[in-house]
């Protein structure tokens, strides 16, 4: 009976999606066409995600491990570990006041309407090039002088074990921050791993546990940031256990 309800929910994601991406969708493809106007479209896709989240049954607390603050007038590169298909709602929600593009895979351009919407607020990696691997700083670089902040989930995927509590970091969100001078916001996500799993016959709504972990500066080294942010957030998974 659990697993029934469990498709149910997620059938009604299905449509919850649907309704929210055709109603959303057609002022961000407006917004979006002129550069200057990408801070308008990200209001709509704002509501996206807190109808998506919430809509969902889930909502969160925001727990913060620092002192330091996130200026609203800075860009950043955000960062977080990566467990779910909600993990792409909470950036958003987070942050009104810094336009966001993600960096994503360019498998999820084939999703019909959401697809459209995707290329225009995302920056779109095929992993298996190492051409379009490259090419993501110039492309992330451009989008930072529109105004746009970056957000990349440095795991680069969901591991399929899920008995790995955090696994390897890529190199890119660190060598873009380092390159551009641009700092990075640390964040971990707890809960949606076994709240919205990508195992359809399970999860549950509930509460996300947030952790603003630290802001790191550009002045460290690749090495440094990767390793640094690598070990807060597996340090506040590892408590959550």
Partial sequence: MKKILNYIWRGWMLILGAVLTTVMGIPVLILSIRKEHYKYAYKFIRFWAIGMFYGMGFRYDLKKLTDKKIDKNTQYVFIANHTSIMDIMLPCILMPDHPLCYVGKKELVKIPIFGTIYKRICVMVDRSSAKSRADVYRR???????????????EGGVPDDESIVLDEFKDGAFILASKYRVPIVVFTFVGLKEMFPFDYSRGFPGKVQVYFNDILGSDHSVKDLKSLSHAEIKKVLEKSL
Avoid: K
């Fill in 140 to 154: 992330c670089a451009e989008r930072m002088e529109e105004g746009q902040s970056i957000v990349i989930f440095p």
